[in-house]
């Protein structure tokens, strides 16, 4: 069952833009540390940034802090990464990731969302995002 789905990577221009998003089941959704990660080839994995659904908090990744911005729809269960002025380093694998809710309320509540993969139990497949210097 997929439960987590990327979409709207793709090449870009240094400086351009790109809008990421990713469907969320309703369970998974509601109430919950969702993230977006990325990971480029032969590097670790990168929290990019993330938000708890069920207060609106978001934390990002001092690398893209200013440039990246992520909103939710709590109504199409989706969040959305609006990633302006792209860098060529912005360049790779980019993952939206679920905590499990129960997890979320007893680490967080309401509070933000730490970015390490490591808390995150769902992943989506990926979507690619390449930025051209």
């Known amino acids: 069952q997929v439960q987590l789905v990327e979409s709207g990577g793709g090449t870009v221009q240094a400086g351009g833009s790109l809008r990421l998003s990713c469907a969320a089941s309703?369970?998974?959704?509601?109430?919950?540390?969702l993230g977006w990660f990325r990971q480029a080839p032969g590097k670790e994995r990168e929290g990019v940034a993330t938000i708890n659904t069920g207060g609106g908090i978001t934390h990002y990744n001092d690398s893209v802090k200013g440039r990246f911005t992520l909103s939710q729809d709590n109504e199409k269960n989706m969040v959305y990464l609006q990633m302006n002025n792209l860098k060529p380093e912005d360049s790779a694998i980019y993952y939206c990731?679920?905590?499990?809710?129960?997890?979320?309320?007893?680490?967080?509540?309401?509070?933000?969302?730490?970015?390490?993969?490591?808390?995150?139990?769902?992943w989506g497949q990926g979507t690619q995002v390449t930025v051209s210097s």
């Open positions: 990731a679920a905590k499990d809710p129960w997890a979320t309320w007893r680490d967080y509540g309401l509070d933000t969302c730490r970015p390490d993969s490591d808390e995150y139990d769902y």
């Open positions: 309703a369970h998974m959704y509601k109430n919950n540390c």
